[in-house]
């Protein structure tokens, strides 16, 4: 690590420099760069003409331990656009692949910089990368830059996934550059700071496997061993204990997506985060109405990343990290595939543990029947026919409070009612332990897509931010019902309901 002085700033444009590393509390250690050459290109963010600050992540600052009451509005612009480098940063652009909707490309961060590492207070290694920050080697034929619209949308819905407790990326700042990007209109530019756990994705363990040598994907493994999964090291065979783990992570973390109705929309393998943090904000949402063949995305013709088909889709890109990691599992051939096939076979049991689990706290379930996959299903059967909305039928449920609508009076659900009462009642817990249970478990509060765009069109047309505020606000205690933020619990209309969300680079 290089040694932070004084004047530890490196200044690309001309603004003042009247902060210093030490000041903000950037720690940087940065691992990743320490890596073979094959693995990134160092490159430096391109400055940007005029950054303004659209939003602070002032708490998650805090938690970083860094201090942003010294910066003022413009050098925290310049800051997060990376005109304005810390020292000790390395910037670097991670080389990566990844099937795209099941077609292999050699990828790469096309437009994003690696920052480095800050290592917090409570000593935890976290990525910072600048998203939208300009062109790269791997850019191909795009611009390098982000559209301020999907980066706001990224911030939204990762710090949302964050109070529902769910594994994600964090957003801690976007700023404007002053700058239009040229989509099919052109649209203000901007640039997410997005803190990680480590952008290693499954995509990079395939860019691995593809490189010459044979010995990149040990490196890249025994690397994220290290960063991710230190307790493996202590395994008998620490490349099949990965495998597990990830795969374990992943099943637990696609399972917490459907219990909150969420669709990532584009479960590529370079979206596919090997620390198990949801990575990626494009075309994803939160479903209204209970459709299990609910699509968002206006990509996904076929539905492939449907919400119905996200745990195959997990499990499909798993297949692909398991064939990276083959030559390591065991050196006799027959012996790597059996041990890859019965990892990756066994992801649907895991899964569904995973997501039986969490349905079970959803209806207060405190201990296990067999009857229960029963139970779920014949209520997930109501709601779907009768359009029943996914988050507020389970608070209504969790809260004893049965609203007086099409769902409620139907014939089956009075029934299923009742079966569900009778099983509470059989259980040895109290009925205010089971509903204290549910109430943890049934968020009344998502930024629903509608309110998202709402929010998106304030700040990206207008500049207005108050409603992307108000927004953030709402969502930040998703299991607490605030009456000020009523409205927000409030399903779309039919005129207000978005049907497809666009990827809007
Ligand atoms: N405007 C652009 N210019 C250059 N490369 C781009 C641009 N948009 C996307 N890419 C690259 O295309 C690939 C796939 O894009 P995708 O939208 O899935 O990723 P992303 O949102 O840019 O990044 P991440 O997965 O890190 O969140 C990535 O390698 C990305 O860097």
């Known amino acids: 690590m290089k040694p932070e002085t004084k004047t530890d700033v490196k200044t690309q444009t001309k603004p003042q420099e009247k902060f210093t590393v030490e000041e903000v509390g950037w720690r940087f250690d940065n691992s990743y760069a320490r890596l073979p050459e094959p693995f990134y290109v160092r490159i430096s963010p391109?400055?940007?003409?005029?950054?303004?600050?659209?939003?602070?992540?002032?708490?998650?600052?805090?938690s970083l331990g860094l201090n942003f009451q010294i910066l003022s509005?413009?050098?925290?612009?310049?800051?997060?656009?990376?005109?304005?480098?810390?020292?000790?940063?390395?910037?670097?652009?991670?080389?990566?692949?990844?099937?795209?909707?099941g077609s292999f490309t050699m990828l790469g961060d096309g437009r994003a910089i690696l920052m480095g590492e800050h290592v917090t207070p409570a000593g935890d290694r976290l990525d910072v990368q600048f998203k939208g920050s300009g062109h790269t080697?791997?850019?191909?034929?795009?611009?390098?830059?982000?559209?301020?619209?999907?980066?706001?949308r990224e911030y939204i819905i990762s710090e949302a996934m964050h109070s529902?407790?769910?594994?994600?990326t964090r957003s801690l700042a976007v700023v404007t550059t002053g700058e239009t990007v040229l989509r099919e209109l052109p649209l203000p530019g901007a640039v997410l700071t997005r803190i990680a756990a480590s952008h290693i994705r499954v995509g990079t363990f395939e860019y691995a496997a593809r490189l010459k040598d044979g010995v990149h994907v040990k490196t890249l493994a025994d690397y994220a061993i290290r960063r991710h999964y230190p307790d493996l090291l202590e395994t008998v065979n620490p490349y099949l204990a990965l495998l597990h783990r990830v795969i374990d992570r992943q099943a637990s973390l696609v399972a917490q997506w459907l219990l909150v109705g969420f669709i990532?929309?584009?479960?590529?393998?370079d979206n596919m985060a090997i620390s198990g943090e949801t990575i990626d904000y494009g075309p994803c949402a939160f479903m209204d109405e209970y459709d299990p063949y609910t699509v968002f995305s206006s990509i996904d013709d076929h539905g492939r990343y449907g919400y119905h088909n996200q745990s195959r889709a997990a499990q499909w890109n798993l297949a692909r990290f398991a064939e990276t990691l083959l030559p390591l599992l065991d050196s006799a051939q027959d012996k790597a595939l059996t041990l890859a096939e019965e990892a990756v076979h066994a992801f649907p049991d895991i899964f569904q543990q995973y997501w039986l689990n969490g349905m079970r706290k959803k209806l207060g379930l405190m201990n296990e029947e067999a009857s229960d996959v029963e139970l779920i299903e014949a209520l997930l059967t109501c709601m779907h026919q009768h359009h029943a909305d996914y988050t507020n039928t389970f608070r209504s449920l969790a809260a004893e409070r049965l609203p007086d609508d099409a769902l409620f009076q139907d014939s089956a659900f009075i029934a299923w009612h009742a079966q569900w009462q009778a099983r509470l009642a059989r259980q040895p817990e109290s009925r205010a332990v089971a509903f204290n249970v549910m109430q943890a478990s049934n968020p009344a509060l998502l930024p629903r897509n509608h309110r998202v765009e709402a929010a998106l069109t304030a700040a990206s047309d207008h500049g207005d931010y108050d409603e992307m505020q108000c927004l953030l606000a709402a969502v930040s205690d998703p299991y607490i019902d605030a009456p000020e933020y009523n409205e927000y619990r409030t399903p779309p209309t039919a005129s207000e309901r978005v049907r497809q969300t666009f990827c809007g680079t």
């Open 46 to 62: 391109v400055p940007v003409r005029a950054p303004r600050v659209a939003i602070l992540n002032h708490a998650l600052a805090e």
């Open 73 to 101: 509005e413009q050098d925290a612009a310049h800051l997060f656009s990376g005109n304005v480098l810390p020292q000790t940063a390395e910037p670097i652009a991670q080389a990566y692949a990844g099937h795209q909707f």
């Open 137 to 152: 080697p791997f850019s191909r034929r795009g611009d390098g830059r982000a559209a301020l619209g999907p980066m706001l």
């Open 164 to 168: 529902l407790g769910i594994p994600s």
């Open 264 to 269: 990532h929309g584009v479960m590529n393998t």
